[in-house]
């Protein structure tokens, strides 16, 4: 028979040993992003095409090469690639911009870009994302730097290499364009075709592309940040003089022009040594003309997001203490109809209490039952045969250190559970 149960190769699947990893990276994100203020947004998978089109920009590589579409009845849709797009629809369409202002909003979500996969780039990958709209204050910039650090600190990756630079407005660009285009123009034909396609429209996006041969002719190729418009320049120079007020390090990196096209002014990276090619572990910046270009109200706004298998890469590599995998409290095992539904009502008892407890589910043996407690990794066990049903007590065995407790069963096993878990607890703490 033809398997058919078969993954496809750019996208995993995250088991149980590994979920509990990633609800840690989760917690801490949600957790971080309360502390700045920041709200959670939620919206959907797909949009319409055009709208990646219009934001992220018909010349870059994500438009170029790297978008999942499908067609429906009436409309071409693509899955998302990146947050920005859908999440500033969303704030458009439902109204948000006539909240206070700056709306601070994160999300975490999967994305989608058809790549060629390797460790760290994947079709199918996961991002936690933070936007905040409406504030042109270089302020802003550095809050918002400020907020992608301390999530990446609390994640263990505080050492992580901080990048950033400046692309400018429309206005500075121009100059910027016609200086690049004349540098680039003796080696035109030697350019990638996507790049030769890119020299009219957007000849900065030849500056961050990866093609080796590329990378090499705009090497020494002028930079924006020596065209920066007087306005431009004094509002990077209060991010970075910000940035260094909070003891913030960084690196400028007149070579990062980001991927997407919405970006003006302050761009940024934050950067890995420890996972290989991919090391790009954030990425994020400015993007005041986005809202305008898709609604027609001008709204400054700025975000980041951070690509999350690379940054659990980084996180193992970093030997990040996420815990032990939680396992059952206690499993109750069973004999007869009369110890399984005993057992199944005292599980019921302890689960208010907020603990993992566990019942035979197979009808199985004593000793297959105390198998699987045991497989499982529970840390109490307690088995209920027609005896115990007959005197209402039970024996509740620690499976860790092998003690033992008479236990009554009755209305009063939940507290009791609950006395010799806290009390064990204690006392194993004690002993480290
Ligand atoms: P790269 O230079 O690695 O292609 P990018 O500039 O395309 O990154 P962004 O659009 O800024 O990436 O996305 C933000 C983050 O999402 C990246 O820094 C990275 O951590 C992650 N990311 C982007 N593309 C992928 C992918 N295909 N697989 C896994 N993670 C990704
Ligand atoms: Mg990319």
Request: aromatic content about 12%.
């Given at each position: 028979m033809e398997l058919i149960a078969t993954r496809n190769k750019g996208a995993e699947d995250i088991l149980p040993s590994q979920t509990y990893i990633w609800q840690t990276v989760e917690d801490i994100a949600r957790s971080t992003a309360a502390t700045y203020a920041f709200e959670e947004l939620r919206f959907p998978?797909?949009?319409?095409?055009e709208l990646f089109e219009r934001s992220v920009g018909e010349t870059t590589d994500v438009v170029q090469k790297e978008m999942w579409t499908v067609m429906g009845r009436k409309s071409t849709y693509t899955l998302r690639p990146e947050g920005t797009a859908g999440a500033i629809r969303a704030v458009i369409q439902n109204g948000?911009?006539?909240?206070?202002?700056p709306r601070k909003l994160y999300y975490l979500i999967s994305c989608f870009r058809h790549e060629n996969v390797q460790k760290g780039r994947l079709w199918e990958f996961h991002q936690f994302g933070a936007e905040m709209i409406g504030s042109a204050s270089p302020a802003a910039d550095a809050e918002v730097i400020d907020f992608a650090h301390t999530l990446l600190d609390r994640l263990g990756l505080g050492d992580t290499r901080l990048c950033i630079n400046s692309i400018g407005c429309p206005e500075c660009r121009r100059k910027y364009y016609e200086v690049l285009k004349e540098y680039l123009t003796p080696c035109r034909d030697k350019l990638c075709e996507t790049c030769q396609s890119r020299f009219d429209k957007n000849p900065m996006r030849i500056i961050d592309c990866k093609v080796p041969g590329d990378k090499e002719l705009v090497k020494d190729a002028p930079v924006i940040t020596d065209y920066l418009c007087d306005e431009c320049r004094e509002h990077f120079e209060t991010v970075k003089s910000l940035l260094d007020n909070m003891g913030l390090e960084y690196t400028v990196d007149?070579?990062?022009?980001?991927?997407?096209?919405?970006?003006?002014r302050t761009v940024f990276e934050f950067v890995s040594d420890s996972i290989g090619a991919q090391g790009t572990i954030c990425g994020g910046g400015r993007y005041d003309r986005l809202i305008d270009e898709l609604c027609g109200t001008s709204v400054p706004a700025l975000g980041f997001a951070m690509g999350l298998e690379r940054v659990i890469l980084a996180m193992k590599e970093a030997s990040f203490d996420f815990g032990e995998k939680p396992c059952t409290d206690i499993y109750i095992g069973s004999m007869g109809d009369a110890g399984q539904q005993l057992a199944m009502k005292l599980a019921k008892a302890v689960r208010e209490d907020g603990y993992r407890a566990e019942c035979d589910m197979?009808?199985?043996?004593v000793k297959a039952q105390l198998k699987y407690a045991d497989k499982t990794g529970a840390k109490y066990c307690l088995i209920i045969g027609d005896n115990e049903v007959e005197s209402k007590t039970g024996s509740l065995k620690n499976l860790r250190t092998g003690s033992q407790t008479q236990i009554a069963l009755d209305d009063t096993f939940a507290d009791s559970f609950l006395s010799v878990e806290m009390a064990d607890s204690i006392a194993f703490e004690e002993e480290l």
């Open positions: 998978t797909f949009e319409k095409t948000l911009l006539n909240d206070a202002m007149p070579k990062i022009v980001r991927g997407l096209d919405y970006y003006t197979c009808a199985r043996s």
